[in-house]
């Protein structure tokens, strides 16, 4: 009867430090495959941060061509960049951080500039990010890195499909401002003296509207000795 509680005992014993080196290896291969889930998730996220941040710009560069205007313009939803026929957007992205809608940043004039993920999360990454999104350096959390257009980087990522005039890709369009009055070159004739004023120039339905050119008089040269 002694032996075979002894042998109960030990089974049991055995049976628990099995268990435990189950659990402490199970624990020590769980930790290197979250991260490896997690830098997966992380890429996952700067792919497509970076993808909408460079469809807002390519949208703003594109309703821009031909105007005059100040400032960007901006779609009502991501759905917008997605619209045949030359769509800037595959398709609306997830964030992968949180497997819910990304959280939508909005400009003053209630357009979506960017997105954000919702993860409080610290990332992994902290340095040596893509050009288009450099300043997200020593960002501490996901929930800091935001793709909206314009960035503090000041950079777009090359862009296929836009509209003629922009082939191949999209360039950071000149911030907005006054433009420059024509002038006129000096005249440099001898008896000519150029006698200019400078005319403001006017927008007329979004093009630019050329100021007068300059009149020239005639000055008669002085009388010979």
Same mark, same amino acid.
């Given at each position: 009867?002694?032996i ?6 030990f089974t ?9 080196l189950i ?7 769980a930790r ?5 889930i997690?830098r997966?998730?992380?890429?996952d ?8 941040q ?6 703003s560069t594109?309703?821009k061509a031909g105007r005059?205007?100040?400032g960007?313009?901006y779609p ?5 960049l997605t619209?045949?026929p030359k769509?800037?957007l ?5 964030d992968?951080?949180?497997n819910r809608p990304?959280?939508?940043v909005?400009?003053?004039?209630g357009?979506?500039?960017?997105v954000r ?5 610290? &990332?992994l990454? !902290?340095h040596e990010?893509p *050009?288009? @999104?450099?300043h997200?350096?020593?960002m501490?959390?996901?929930r800091d ?7 503090a980087?000041?950079?777009t990522?090359?862009?296929?499909g ?10 950071m369009?000149?911030p907005?401002?006054t433009?420059p009055?024509p002038q006129a ?6 008896g000519?003296?150029?006698t200019t ?8 339905g979004?093009?630019?509207?050329q100021?007068?050119? &300059?009149?020239v !008089?005639?000055i008669?040269p *002085?009388? @010979?000795p």
């Amino acid at each position: 009867m002694t032996i075979g509680t002894n042998k109960q005992g030990f089974t049991y014993l055995s049976l628990m430090f099995s268990v435990t080196l189950i659990g402490i290896t199970l624990a020590g291969v769980a930790r290197p495959w979250k991260t490896i889930i997690q830098r997966e998730r992380e890429a996952d996220l700067l792919a497509r941060g970076i993808e909408i941040q460079s469809a807002i710009g390519a949208y703003s560069t594109r309703m821009k061509a031909g105007r005059i205007v100040q400032g960007e313009y901006y779609p009502h939803t991501l759905e917008e960049l997605t619209r045949p026929p030359k769509p800037l957007l595959r398709k609306v992205y997830g964030d992968p951080m949180t497997n819910r809608p990304f959280e939508l940043v909005r400009a003053p004039t209630g357009g979506v500039m960017g997105v954000r993920s919702r993860s409080d999360a610290q &990332p992994l990454r !902290q340095h040596e990010f893509p *050009p288009a @999104v450099r300043h997200f350096d020593g960002m501490k959390r996901y929930r800091d890195w935001v793709f909206q257009h314009p960035n503090a980087s000041g950079l777009t990522v090359p862009f296929q499909g836009l509209s003629p005039g922009l082939p191949g890709s999209a360039a950071m369009p000149v911030p907005a401002g006054t433009l420059p009055t024509p002038q006129a070159p000096a005249q440099n004739l001898p008896g000519f003296q150029s006698t200019t004023s400078s005319v403001p120039s006017t927008t007329t339905g979004g093009s630019f509207a050329q100021a007068p050119s &300059p009149e020239v !008089q005639a000055i008669p040269p *002085p009388p @010979v000795p």
